[in-house]
């Protein structure tokens, strides 16, 4: 969990306190939670607006404090062991309550803050996030920084830690504590090239079933909702290529005779980038929802509120 005060705010309230309780140096405690978010002591330093040695230096403390090395490198950084993420969910919760306690004003001023906000989607959400939010999020919020994440079977966990901000996915999230928003949903279209031999204005069902199709699953299964439909039809049709990500679909669209069915979102990212455009899909397929995942502690945060009403904003209009 993110307290909703700056890094450097808590620092600058903390050196105004008594520096010790008992052994416990207060400045730790925030350089803890840094490091436990960042799990990297160059991007924990920048976060808390400390030198990198400042903070290897507190690190060190926090080992000798704690008796534990609290965490371990690894290829892609540090690696908490278990005492670090047993202390990890009480931390950002006390850093907030003492902020509350010490009458930290709760605002947020996206023009001059630095924030930085991690979301967990599948390359459908990456592409609708460019051109849908990118524009607005860093024209009212210069200075905030938005970390992408590849959907992972961790995701819940990372989200009831505090290490995602939110999840953009059409499931619904087993974690306790998490609120579901639903942001938007998107019918399927047919992308092929723009001088397909065959196909006019429209496909007929016989064509959709004849013509060869990129089909786009990100498990590699060879089914799936056009398949279902067209079963109920006693119709089937033919896979030629199945690629995992909605991205590459249009592309082979392109350079090939081959149907690709896709949302219409993803449709308008490539027509007229492409030599492809968009017809309707002769059959009716259920549409993709989107819904982003939270968890209820970050309700007040105001700096959180805000990225949540942004993308509720945006991609709610984006279609």
């Known amino acids: 969990m993110r307290p909703s005060m700056s890094y450097r705010k808590c620092m600058s309230i903390i050196r105004n306190m008594p520096k010790t309780h008992g052994k416990m140096d207060l400045n730790l405690l925030v350089a803890l939670d840094a490091l436990l978010r960042e799990r990297s002591v160059t991007r924990a330093a920048l976060r808390v607006g400390l030198t990198q040695p400042s903070m290897s230096r507190a690190l060190g403390r926090l080992r000798a404090m704690l008796g534990d090395a609290l965490f371990v490198r690894s290829g892609r950084g540090l690696v908490p062991t278990p005492r670090a993420l047993a202390l990890q969910p009480e931390l950002g919760g006390a850093l907030e309550r003492l902020a509350i306690v010490v009458g930290e004003q709760r605002s947020f001023d996206p023009a001059s803050a630095e924030r930085t906000f991690h979301v967990s989607t599948a390359d459908y959400g990456m592409a609708i996030l460019a051109p849908f939010v990118t524009a607005s999020l860093f024209g009212q919020g210069p200075r905030v920084r938005l970390v992408l994440h590849a959907q992972s079977a961790n995701d819940d966990e990372a989200l009831l830690e505090g290490r995602l901000d939110a999840l953009l996915v059409p499931r619904r999230p087993s974690t306790p504590g998490c609120v579901w928003t639903r942001l938007l949903s998107d019918e399927f279209v047919c992308l092929v090239r723009r001088e397909h031999p ?61 149907i690709a069915t896709v949302p219409s979102r993803i449709a308008k990212l490539f027509v007229g980038r492409l030599p492809v455009r968009s017809i309707p899909v002769p059959l009716t397929l259920p549409p993709v929802t989107i819904s982003m995942a939270w968890h209820e502690r970050m309700r007040r945060d105001p700096a959180h509120a805000w990225f949540r009403r942004l993308l509720v904003a945006e991609l709610g209009r984006g279609g």
């Open 198 to 258: 065959s196909v006019g204005a429209e496909l007929s069902l016989a064509q959709y079933g004849s013509l060869g199709h990129v089909f786009v699953s990100p498990t590699l299964a060879t089914a799936g909702v056009a398949d279902q439909a067209l079963a109920r039809r006693g119709l089937r049709r033919r896979v030629s290529v199945v690629v995992p990500s909605f991205l590459a679909a249009p592309v082979i669209a392109a350079e090939s005779d081959l």
